[in-house]
């Protein structure tokens, strides 16, 4: 097992620094240039940043941008976070079992190091989206993992197929087996299990990257990240100007009821960060500005 | 352990079947009553009723029955079930840890039924509420459980204690532990853990109760499920036709989601309910009608 040196560590929390600097003005910039549509005579919406911190006695924190009421944008979060210190017993426990991670009791701690990004949209018309990419480091083991997938409120068949070529293409350029692994699990992991439905129209996941290559399992988390700017944003301009109905808008707001059951009740990010003492406004700013179960 | 006979256990069904109709009669009595007030002009709420399934080859089903957009209650569903069958492998797991349970993988079936309500009422005036009472059976234990959980939008002291001093007046007669306990247990049971708060002010929370006395533990149950509407009536009455403000009706939607999260994170019955295979439109009822995370 090749382990992520402290080097490297201080390279991929820089490199999450940049992607959400990079995200945030590319959204700013869609806000900016929204000169027609429903929401057009709204002041663009900015960012809104606040530092983040853990509960006392835990190590790290991070920084929540979050932009609402914007003109394209109802309510998006980019929160990127270093956090570190001992394994609760929980985690602990969960990583005993694993093979891979023999020798974890002996030294319980961690480091990682993300990005995450969560958009509600004004617009029925534009998917509401996520992207997250992350290191996660202990003494024994570390590892990449990550994804994006696409949740529209009303599927557009071609807006998934590129979203998906898109993905396909940036996993290609890695392993020609990355793409359909990586798909499989999205389709797996954002399954609402109660409902027997995904979330939405899936996109790739992948966890417990470690090739023996460190150089290109980060070069691939970085691709994945400018892979979702890519995917998204043209979907974005093609429909932010339409207007919609308010039975399109009732839709809507039913999705993301579910959106937010499947981040409540499986997602294992929220689990994790809010078991790990990080500030809940942060974990939850993945929750929709309004949501209805009628 | 004194165990429930069939014979009690279709007392309990059809006592929860006749809780279930006097508490819907209560409720479209408010309904038609309510001559003043911001939804006096809606024709008054009334319950619809479905038949609930669980998945096929699980045993048992219910009656949920919802009352939507009235003129007092925005959502209120009362929902009763019967439910029987071969305990899930998690389930089971989770029993076979408890010292009174030994011997439950030798014939891991259960039985159980209840009775399950939530209202979120139109005005952030008049508290949301939750009330529910159950019997669990399997061959080597059974037990009653349940409780019943004030949820105001705005807190009124002098509403607060009004709904306890009739929540301890129904304990005191069984026991005078039973009040001070059940309210710890719903002090610490409705604790929202990631924000270190209560989700409303409290109530009583009982679980695994078995005295030796079925005929008292079924008693006390019962009186439980009519203490509840003595305790929230008035409350509903005091308060349906006051107006109110736009900036109270965005603190109830606030206080929603966060109602939402502890249910989907937290709250045993509706993990059980998920996971039994029961359906999920109605496990998820309880859920609010439009909620917010600005």
Known sequence: MVLASQKQKEEVENWFSNLRNEICMSFENIENNQSTGPHCDLPPGKFELTETKRDEGSGGGGLMSVMRGGRVFEKVGVNISTVYGKLNPLMQKSMASRKEMTGIEDNPIFWASGISLVAHMNSPKVPAVHMNTRMFWTPVASWFGGGTDLNPMIEVAE??????????????????????????????????????????????????????????????????????????????????????????????????????????????GTHFGLQSGHDPSAVLMSLPPVAKWP
Chains 1, 2 share one sequence.
Do not use: M
Request: positive net charge; glycine residues 6%; hydrophobic residues 35%.
């Open 159 to 268: 807006e998934t197929k590129f979203f998906h070529k898109v993905l396909k293409k940036t996993c290609d350029k890695y392993n020609p087996e990355y793409y359909p692994k990586y798909k499989k699990w999205a389709d797996e992991y954002f399954l609402i299990k109660h409902w027997n439905e995904t979330r939405g129209v899936g996109g790739i996941f992948f966890d417990d990257l470690n090739t023996g290559n460190w150089n290109a399992d980060f070069n691939f988390t970085k691709d994945v990240g400018k892979a979702f700017l890519a995917a998204y944003v043209p979907l974005c301009e093609k429909n932010q100007a339409n207007s919609w109905t308010d039975a399109e808008r009732e839709v809507q707001l039913i999705k993301r009821g579910k959106y937010a059951e499947f981040n409540l009740v499986y997602d294992r």
